[in-house]
């Protein structure tokens, strides 16, 4: 079973980055385990991944390796919700239109964007990054919604599958693309 995951897990880390949703050196991603967490180990590049990158972090013994930053933020989703994969990526469009958006979420305007996203919490944190406010806002914000925007760092998406919740991070690039900034 484990096997099978880390396959999923590499096929999800291509194909972020081949969506040009996060650079070789971001993002990360983590299923849950019956007793535990198999996420990514930091630093390791998301389009060239192998079993090796990854770290099972169980909290009934220590595990070997350094799982990435933001595991924190992995485990209070998990703690938090029924879900059963993460997916963390930085989409630019996605990112740069919550720099213009007033208020604490965005709306897609596509057709597509609404059906899969719904409204989209946007997080305006003090500390955005590995944090344990980042950890606790992602986790509540993902009770009620797949995804949540985090100001100026990326998105956060879980799903039943981790290929599922990347799928939610390339629909939220591509709603954030064809999003209207002006209007006339």
Do not use: Q
């Amino acid at each position: 079973m484990k096997k099978k995951l880390i396959r999923e897990l590499i096929k999800a880390g291509r194909y972020l980055f081949e969506a040009g949703v996060v650079d070789r050196f971001s993002g990360n991603l983590s299923v849950r385990l019956r007793k535990g967490i198999l996420i990514t180990r930091s630093g390791s590049p998301l389009p060239d991944l192998t079993p090796a990158d990854f770290v099972e972090v169980r909290n009934d013994r220590p595990w070997a390796g350094r799982p990435s930053s933001e595991l924190a933020v992995h485990r209070r989703i998990y703690e938090l919700t029924d879900r059963s994969a993460v997916a963390h990526a930085h989409p630019p469009s996605a990112v740069r239109l919550a720099f213009f958006l007033e208020g604490d979420h965005y709306e897609p305007a596509d057709n597509e964007g609404r059906l899969l996203l719904g409204r989209v919490p946007i997080l305006r944190l003090e500390r955005p990054s590995a944090s344990p406010e980042l950890a606790e806002a992602v986790a509540r914000a993902l009770r009620e919604a797949p995804c949540a925007l985090v100001y100026s760092h990326g998105v956060f998406c879980a799903a039943e599958r981790i290929l599922d919740a990347a799928g939610l991070i390339t629909a939220l690039e591509f709603s954030a693309r064809t999003f209207p900034l002006l209007r006339g």
